[in-house]
């Protein structure tokens, strides 16, 4: 439950109280409408503010909590700069959103969605143990590995893991998650987007060097996060132009790699439709691509199922010789 507290006009307040989504009846949201911040010493767990003054921002942050503010024409005097969240109007708002400020806020990981056995969540550092081991299980396999081929330490997949936990997700808003069995949170493996890096011609389509690695460099250019209604001061739009090809409507590429003794019990199959609609309705993804090895049968019949764009991609069982 989250402790919603909306710090401006009441009638203004009630509206956004009154209008938030019935999509979203089965969360529950306690709404605190106040016109001035209130006087707590001590507010309870899972509080955010909803604002639109910047003394209230400020107050916010003495106390140490996550806060929104809303842009309107009414408040265009103050600058709402104290918050790295914004919205222009209520549409924006939604439980997850809520959910997304608070993980940010306290550096908790986010959990995407979940399925009958399973949790999508973002990683954390306990999880370099069995991200090792799916390493080591995909050694010829540069597809179904968390990290890049040149980490071949313990030290050096640690510090991997640490900076893409605190660079990727708060930053570009996607990446690799973690799959969790939902009744004993263990790690069945890792599913997640990349930025589609729409470089492919027909020449290069079955080349070694373009096999799809399911982890990023981070210094690399992702694209913008699509968040409906909800844009950020830090960020900055940019556009980047590729090569005229058929792929060029296409702005996300999904990966997935479960660990072998979770394999063969559907857990791909489960997975993969929610991610899919997560990425579209939340992202703004407008359409996924993922490629996969041509001997690989299974993922190409279940990218098919998902109205996947498949781009097939040699085995690479060679590239470590």
């Known amino acids: 439950m989250f402790n919603f507290f909306i710090i401006m006009d ?10 938030f989504s019935s999509e979203y009846f089965n969360y529950t949201i306690n709404f605190i409408i106040s016109k001035e911040f209130p006087a707590l010493t001590n507010f309870p767990d899972f509080s955010l503010i909803l604002c639109d003054l910047d003394k209230n921002i400020e107050l916010a942050k003495k106390h140490n909590l996550p806060v929104i503010a809303f842009s309107h024409k009414n408040n265009r005097q103050e600058s709402l700069m104290g918050t790295p969240w914004l919205i222009l109007d209520t549409d924006g708002l939604s439980p997850f959103f809520l959910n997304e400020v608070y993980c940010r806020h306290y550096k908790k990981p986010l959990t995407i ?14 999880q370099l143990p069995e991200l090792l081991q799916l390493q080591e299980e995909n050694k010829n396999n540069p597809s179904g590995c968390f990290f890049p081929q040149n980490c071949t330490t313990y030290a050096e997949a640690e510090e991997f893991l ?40 027909s020449d290069t389509l079955n080349s070694k ?25 830090s960020s900055e739009k940019t556009s980047k132009k590729y090569p005229e090809n ?41 359409k996924i691509v993922t490629r996969i090895e041509k ?11 998902n109205n996947l764009k498949i781009l097939i991609c040699q085995a690479a069982e060679q590239t470590n010789s």
């Open 10 to 19: 009441e009638i203004q307040g009630n509206n956004i109280a009154r209008n």
């Open 113 to 126: 969605t979940t399925t009958n056995r399973c949790i999508i969540r973002e990683l954390t550092t306990r």
């Open 295 to 305: 001997n690989n049968i299974a993922s190409i019949r279940l990218a098919k199922k």
């Open 246 to 286: 058929d792929f060029n409507e296409y702005s996300a590429e999904i990966g997935y790699s479960v660990l072998k003794k979770w394999q063969q019990q559907g857990i791909a199959s489960e997975i993969l439709p929610p991610l899919i609609h997560f990425g579209k309705e939340y992202l703004g993804f407008t």
């Open 162 to 201: 640490q900076n893409y936990i605190k660079n990727q997700y708060a930053f570009y808003g996607y990446g690799i998650y973690g799959i969790f069995n939902k009744e004993n949170e263990t790690f069945l493996g890792i599913v997640g987007f990349s930025p589609f890096e729409n470089v492919i011609t």
């Open 209 to 233: 060097e373009k096999n799809f690695k399911i982890s990023e460099n981070l210094s690399e250019k992702i694209p913008e996060k699509k968040s409906k209604n909800i844009s950020e001061h």
